[in-house]
């Protein structure tokens, strides 16, 4: 699929300006106010989207809301939302190398990761979720006789839906997939520096015979658009991944308005230990680099922090120094890089602060800190190992969201713990070890969302992704997710 001729054929596609997608209609911003899309390839002019008004917020919510209450989408049979959204599926998919350049032109995620975990991926969770909403039901309580109790599961109703740059279809499909089977209609808010595919599969959603009003995309500023969203009181439920700053706002919003369920994803500074009995020490180097470099480490599983045990910690730090050497930096559309572009030059800047705050505490940069490729005009970073790193380290606690590795060394299991749950998040972890009994161990022990065990960052559909402390609460993926948006009604008939 990744055709260099096609793929060089769509980088120079120009892009008409895009437009909102509310009610079905392709509109400008109410004011007629646009956001440049800058690529983060080469700082080049891509497009423009609307800058969108708290007006186009509400209108958006309003054909929500309408599509809701009086559309007949949550009224629909299962089995028909079913085959529309697949459709669109299928429609997803029949574009999804246009899709996937399209997407990496916008945010700068290397070709061979974008096509897989963006297009594809959100064509697998739409089909995923399509397929199941017909084979659940609710349940008949087992009440003493003379009563009957049944548990009807309902569309919980218009479902605010903000989502963040780092794989805007992917993460946009864990939320619309369910979302929209269980029939709930959505407002979603595509973040500044990613709005284009998700505007591009709302227009293939109505192809598909999606009624309209049931997806309305507004692009647009967190602090309009997105706050609009937050605040109305015609919301019923608010799914979010991004930053924990957010997510605090979110939460405000909802309590001072109509305290609409809050559902959050956010980051991580997730920890991967190395114990020095790991079964295969070239597929963890291997598998580390990659679990933090690729995406130029804007992925929010990324195992940022590398905990190796003390007496295998030089050794590990230098081939993976080695390896990650080998690792090629550069245009996200050649299909043999391994990273693409940062996605916007505010975020290469605060990458490269904290390489150097590092590096004014005297800790050791091993490789990387630098920007590189200056002259394409786009923002690259070099992946960046550093050692000699302190658990308070701002480098050790606070989520950099770039390609940025902080080391750190551990002496005991106890140790390893201990310096693994010592920050604020809970996202995902990863231990290497050949010792089962160790595994099971630190498994347990670990509080994260999930624990890789001798390996980094593997999951598909079937299981839940979501996490603990300040990395957010429910889940997004697996049958789980429905529980988001399908409220629980009982009904209590007496015999
Ligand atoms: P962000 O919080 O700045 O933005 C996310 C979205 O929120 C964007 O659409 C943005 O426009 C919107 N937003 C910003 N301010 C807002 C406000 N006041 N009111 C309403 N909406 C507002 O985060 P980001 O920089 O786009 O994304 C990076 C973050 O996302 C990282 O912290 C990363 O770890 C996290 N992330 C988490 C997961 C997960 O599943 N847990 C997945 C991907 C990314």
Same mark, same amino acid.
């Given at each position: ?15 008409? =300006? ?23 390839? &080469?700082? %080049? ?29 949550? @009224? ?44 594809? %991926? ?31 599961? @309902? =569309? ?113 500074? %997730? ?16 598998? %580390? ?24 910690? &030089? ?11 080998? +690792? ?52 690259? +970073? ?20 770039? =390609?940025?590795?902080?080391?750190? =060394? ?31 161990? +630190? ?53």
């Amino acid at each position: 699929m990744l055709d260099p001729d096609r793929i060089e054929a769509l980088r120079n596609q120009p892009q008409a =300006p895009a437009s909102h997608v509310i009610g079905g209609e392709l509109r400008p911003a109410s004011d007629g106010t646009v956001l440049e899309v800058i690529s983060p390839i &080469d700082g %080049s002019l891509l497009t423009t989207v609307p800058k969108g008004t708290r007006e186009d917020a509400e209108a958006a919510i309003a054909a929500a809301r309408r599509a809701f209450d009086e559309g007949g989408w949550p @009224e629909m049979a299962p089995a028909a939302r079913k085959k529309i959204l697949l459709k669109w599926a299928d429609l997803i998919e029949a574009n999804a190398l246009e899709l996937a350049v399209l997407g990496v032109r916008d945010n700068g995620t290397e070709i061979g990761m974008a096509l897989k975990a963006e297009p594809m %991926s959100a064509v697998a969770t739409i089909r995923y979720y399509a397929e199941a909403i017909d084979k659940i039901g609710g349940e008949i309580a087992p009440t003493a006789p003379g009563n009957l109790g049944l548990v009807h599961k @309902e =569309p919980a109703g218009v479902v605010g839906a903000i989502v963040p740059w780092n794989f805007p279809l992917m993460i946009g499909a864990w939320k619309l997939g369910p979302a929209l089977a269980a029939g709930c209609t959505v407002v979603l808010k595509p973040a500044e520096t990613a709005s284009l595919t998700l505007l591009r599969i709302a227009e293939l959603a109505l192809e598909a015979g999606l009624p309209a009003g049931v997806l309305n995309v507004v692009t647009g500023e967190g602090a309009v658009v997105g706050d609009a969203i937050a605040r109305s009181m015609e919301v019923d439920v608010l799914v979010f991944t991004g930053s924990g700053a957010t997510g605090r706002r979110l939460l405000e919003a909802s309590a001072q308005s109509n305290m609409k369920r809050v559902y959050l994803e956010l980051g991580g500074k %997730s920890p991967n230990i190395v114990f020095a009995d790991a079964p295969d020490l070239d597929e963890a180097v291997k598998v %580390s680099a990659n679990g933090i470099f690729r995406n130029s480490g804007q992925v929010c599983v990324a195992g940022s922090r590398l905990l190796v045990e003390r007496s295998l910690h &030089d050794a590990f730090v230098e081939k993976l120094s080695a390896f990650t050497e080998t +690792m090629k930096v550069g245009d996200p559309l050649d299909p043999a890089v391994s990273a693409g572009a940062v996605n916007s030059l505010r975020q290469l800047e605060q990458n490269l602060a904290f390489v150097e705050e590092a590096r004014a505490q005297g800790r050791t940069i091993v490789t990387g800190g630098t920007r590189i490729l200056q002259e394409t005009g786009g923002y690259y +970073m070099a992946p960046t190992i550093v050692t000699d790193v302190k658990p308070d380290d701002r480098i050790a606690r606070e989520e950099v969201f770039g =390609p940025v590795l902080a080391v750190l =060394p551990f002496d005991t299991e106890d140790e390893a713990v201990a310096i693994a749950n010592g920050t604020d998040y809970g996202l995902a972890a990863a231990v290497w070890t050949g010792n089962l009994s160790r595994a099971h161990r +630190m498994i347990r022990r670990i509080r994260a969302g999930v624990v890789h065990v001798n390996t980094y960052g593997g999951s598909d559909l079937t299981v839940p992704l979501g996490g603990v402390k300040q990395s957010g609460n429910g889940h997004d993926k697996s049958l789980h997710a429905f529980e988001k948006y399908l409220d629980l009604k009982t009904a209590w008939i007496k015999l």
